[in-house]
């Protein structure tokens, strides 16, 4: 049962193999981590190659643990694999693979220092708990205040202003404080611009200690004399990236420009007795406080957008067949595993009336949320089936809609079949791999002839071809995710290894037949990342007036449940 944490805290700072960061904070324990939510995970990562039951954080005396749960492949704390292990600020968690997620445990300390980790917990909380942005805005405000005050405090300064590197490249002033911690309407300030260009065009701090005395262009900027201003300190914020050099060193590197830290002052020679020390200490702590409150401001959005894709990833999952019906004359066994959060490949079993099942396998071009954008448009129109409409008309009229709105770019092999209960299946295959057909001791690719993807040609006329099978007779449709399988050599996994792994498998029960593709595909992949959807469909074709299947065997719905 998990408990949740009294004052201790801990973030857990989430890199994804794509090298997206977000922060989870650790509320309970045990705190579980894995591949999918269904088993309970607090953190979900998605990576096939990593467990569903992988790992976990617990607390024991005041102090976090970390516990391989199941990991396949280990769990490593700061590249040394562990079964339990306490962990320090700064561990590294990964889980044996070198393009997966990396996981820095961060812990909050129990002193009211505004430090990174407590930051972000707090920030964490907000952005869980408060739907609008208000409360995380307000606090970002709150703490690039004190920086700004300390700077104006430090410098003794009339006022400070923070002005930000907007999305359009120009300078907006996000806060504005003046001496003593008073706070200026941001409208109300007019920082020298020509002091900000000159800093930037040097890429570094401009101080002049009175105006008086400076260039020309400076002593007569507009803003300049109009304030009356004698003294201004001008600051270039950037931010630091870490790179690994060939000696394992690391190296701090200058990175995005941020915004521009700006003093001024009335009083001449305000700024004389200025330390290049302070001013470098001052720059630093400006710009990691603004570029984290920027990261959290990125991070919040990314959060948004991910809400959304998981929203789309589980209507799309949510339309998938879960618990297949019992048919009278039919066993079917599917699944489907995108290779990023919501794919292009789909399936479905669906009865169309006078004892008729279809059942479907396809595959659109492309990946990611266009695809799966086209599946489900694809899945309604097939599904509007169960009417009675025609097949080959429902292919040919989506085959024309989707070439003529060419700009959504997108096209979809399939299979399609349709079978009763005498076992004749009518069949249309656009452009998609040969189902392979288990038949007693055999195995080969049945179904060669077919027509172009649907969305490709838009003159390809579709007909349906017919193909009678015979009781225990097995279909395994795939989308190329199983065949074009990479290892870390990057050789496919390919047909003829398909072939051979659903050799001799004429009487193995479906689900196993699937447990038995999927464990040979992923052996065979080694752990190498891939870059398709994988989607099987098997489907068995068994007589419903046999003695094996009189005690289950339902009769077919009529036409008009069906509709």
């Known amino acids: 049962m998990a408990e949740t944490l009294g004052t201790t805290e801990a973030v857990l ?65 700061n590249n040394e694999k562990i079964e339990s292990r306490a962990l320090e600020d700064g561990d590294i968690i990964t889980f044996g693979l070198e393009d997966s997620y990396e996981i820095i445990f961060r812990t909050a300390p129990e002193t009211g220092q505004e430090s990174i980790p407590n930051l972000l917990t707090r920030i964490e909380h907000i952005t869980s708990s408060e739907p609008a942005s208000g409360g995380l805005r307000k606090l970002l405000d709150s703490v690039l205040a004190k920086m700004l005050d300390h700077a104006v405090a430090v410098l003794d300064a009339d006022r400070g202003v923070l002005l930000e590197n907007a999305a359009d490249g120009a300078l907006k002033v996000r806060l504005a404080r003046r001496n003593g911690g008073l706070r200026l309407p941001p409208e109300s300030v007019a920082p020298s611009q020509t002091a900000i ?40 914020l950037f931010s630091v990236t870490r790179a690994n050099s060939q000696e394992s060193v690391i190296n701090l590197r200058r990175g995005e420009f941020l915004g521009v830290l700006y003093l001024d002052s009335r009083r001449p020679a305000a700024f004389s007795k200025l330390d290049r020390q302070i001013l470098d200490a001052l720059a630093a702590d400006a710009a990691s406080i603004l570029d984290n409150a920027r990261l959290v401001e990125r991070e919040r959005e990314r959060q948004r957008m991910e809400q959304e894709i998981n929203i789309a990833r589980d209507i799309q999952q949510a339309l998938l067949p879960r618990d297949f019906r019992e048919f009278p004359h039919l066993d079917v066994s599917g699944c489907n595993f995108p290779c990023l959060a919501v794919g292009g490949d789909y399936f479905d079993v669906f009865p169309i009336g006078e004892g008729r099942t279809a059942f479907l396998l396809a595959d659109v071009s492309g990946k990611g949320l266009g695809a799966a954008i086209v599946t489900t448009m694809l899945q309604g129109a097939l599904s509007g089936m169960t009417l009675g409409t025609d097949p080959a008309r429902v292919f040919n009229h989506v085959n024309r809609f989707l070439c003529d709105h060419s700009e959504v770019g997108r096209y979809a092999t399939m299979f399609f079949g349709i079978l009763d209960l005498d076992g004749h299946m009518e069949f249309i295959n656009a452009g998609h791999p040969s189902p392979m057909l288990i038949r007693q001791d055999t195995v080969e690719e049945a179904f060669t002839e077919g027509s172009y993807p649907v969305g490709l040609v838009p003159d390809a006329v579709y007909t349906a071809a017919c193909l009678k099978l015979q009781p225990g007779d097995t279909l395994v449709l795939f989308s190329d995710g199983v065949t074009e399988a990479m290892d870390p050599d990057e050789q496919l996994f390919g047909v003829p290894r398909l072939r051979d792994v ?7 029960d479906l689900d196993e037949i699937q447990k038995t593709v999927l464990e040979s595909v992923e052996n065979f992949a080694r752990g190498a990342r891939q870059a398709d959807d994988l989607t099987l469909l098997l489907v068995r074709y068994r007589d419903p007036n046999s003695a094996d299947n009189t005690d289950t065997a339902i009769p077919p719905p009529a036409s008009s449940e069906a509709a």
């Not at 102090?63 to 769990?75: A, C, L, M, S, T």
């Not at 659903?502 to 193995?508: A, D, E, I, P, Y």
């Open 197 to 236: 260009q000159l800093a930037l065009k040097q890429h570094s701090p401009v101080i002049t200690e009175d105006l008086a005395q400076a260039e020309m262009d400076l002593q007569s900027a507009q803003s300049v004399v109009a304030q009356r201003l004698r003294a201004v300190v001008v600051i270039p």
């Open 13 to 77: 700072e989430v890199i994804s193999p794509d090298g997206a960061r977000r922060y989870a904070r650790v509320a309970q324990t045990p705190y579980m981590m894995g591949r999918g939510a269904e088993t309970g995970n607090h953190l979900q990562l998605n990576d096939r190659r990593i467990s569903r039951q992988c790992a976990a954080i617990v607390i024991e005396a005041n102090r976090f643990y970390i516990e391989d749960r199941g990991q396949r492949r280990g769990v490593f704390v």
């Open 502 to 508: 659903l050799v001799g498998k004429t009487n193995t």
